[in-house]
């Protein structure tokens, strides 16, 4: 998208991406906009990096950001179990077995 314009242009340009339903560029944005979200709500300045994290702030980070769409009293969902079960999702979007089996399907 950089190169969309020529230096020095001063008329605005559109870049529009055009992405079929069910392809592999549609799996890319999604998991983008995934890490996009996961990124703002888990790292701010005070804590640039997860090296200085541990598990439960990390999950009181994710909680924390929930908090204006599920009150406290409705969950019932065992914190520990919800981690275990983001690293279960993220390990079987990143299965290269998976991945190349999606690919040839299509």
Same mark, same amino acid.
């Given at each position: 998208?950089?190169?969309?314009?020529?230096?020095?242009?001063?008329?605005?340009?559109?870049?529009?991406?055009?992405?079929?339903?069910?392809?592999?560029?549609?799996?890319?944005?999604?998991?983008?906009? $995934?890490?996009?979200?996961?990124?703002?709500?888990?790292?701010?300045?005070?804590?640039?990096?997860?090296?200085?994290?541990?598990?439960?702030?990390?999950? *009181?980070?994710?909680?924390?950001?929930? *908090?204006?769409?599920?009150?406290?009293?409705?969950?019932?969902?065992?914190? $520990?179990?919800?981690?275990?079960?983001?690293?279960?999702?993220?390990?079987?979007?990143?299965?290269? *077995?998976? $991945?190349?089996?999606?690919?040839?399907?299509?």
């Amino acid at each position: 998208m950089d190169r969309a314009h020529r230096i020095g242009q001063l008329r605005t340009v559109n870049v529009y991406r055009l992405i079929t339903e069910n392809s592999v560029e549609e799996q890319i944005m999604n998991l983008q906009a $995934f890490k996009l979200y996961l990124a703002t709500t888990v790292l701010t300045p005070e804590n640039k990096s997860l090296c200085e994290m541990d598990t439960q702030h990390l999950f *009181d980070r994710l909680m924390a950001h929930n *908090d204006d769409r599920v009150s406290r009293e409705t969950r019932t969902v065992d914190q $520990f179990a919800l981690l275990d079960d983001l690293e279960a999702c993220y390990e079987a979007e990143y299965n290269l *077995d998976t $991945f190349l089996s999606r690919l040839k399907s299509n």
